[in-house]
Structure formats: C-alpha cells, structure tokens
C-alpha cells in the first residue's frame, strides 16, 4: 500500500495535473484491503487444516478453502487494475466535466 500511495502521490505531481479520480482512489483502498484480509483469512485457515493430518477429506476442504483465496485474491487484482487505470488517466490527460 506504500507503494500504491507514493504513486498516487508522485504521478500527478510529475503530470502536473490533478488525479483523476479520488473516488476510484478510495474504491482502490478499500476493495485491495477487504481482498487481503480475506486471502490471509482463509491461507491461514487453510494452513490450519492442512497442518491437521486426522481428517478425512482434508484435501477436499483445504481445496475449498483455495478457492476462496482465489476469490479474494480476483477482488485484489481488480483493485490493483482499478489503481493502473486511475494513474494512467492521470498521467495521459483528461479534462473535467464541465
């Protein structure tokens, strides 16, 4: 997030204009953090489960458990396209609406 937060500090200063969006930075903030307490969640769930070697179809719910990472982990990929998408309006130029 440091790094995310010094570009959108960086970028408009070297564009000389303003960001494009700060509502798209916030959606970015927010959906990129939800994503990653979800992927840590269920990798530590995961984790948990796989370290038990008494159930049965422990392979079947650490799989499922995946699954969900791979879902938070789609919600962080689309914030971090999200974050590309507002630098690069940002540094190509755009006009306000009036």
Not at 35 to 49: E, H, P, T, Y
């Amino acid at each position: 997030m440091a790094i995310f937060s010094a570009l959108y500090y960086i970028v408009p200063r070297l564009a000389n204009r303003s960001i494009y969006s700060v509502r798209l930075v916030k959606v970015h903030f927010w959906m990129h953090n939800f994503g990653l307490i979800g992927m840590v969640s269920f990798f530590f769930m995961a984790g948990l489960v796989g370290g038990l070697d008494q159930a049965d179809d422990m392979e079947k719910l650490v799989g499922r458990l995946l699954a969900f990472v791979g879902m938070f982990g789609t919600v962080v990929l689309t914030a971090n396209i999200i974050w590309g998408y507002n630098l690069f309006k940002t540094a190509t130029g755009w006009e306000k609406r009036q």
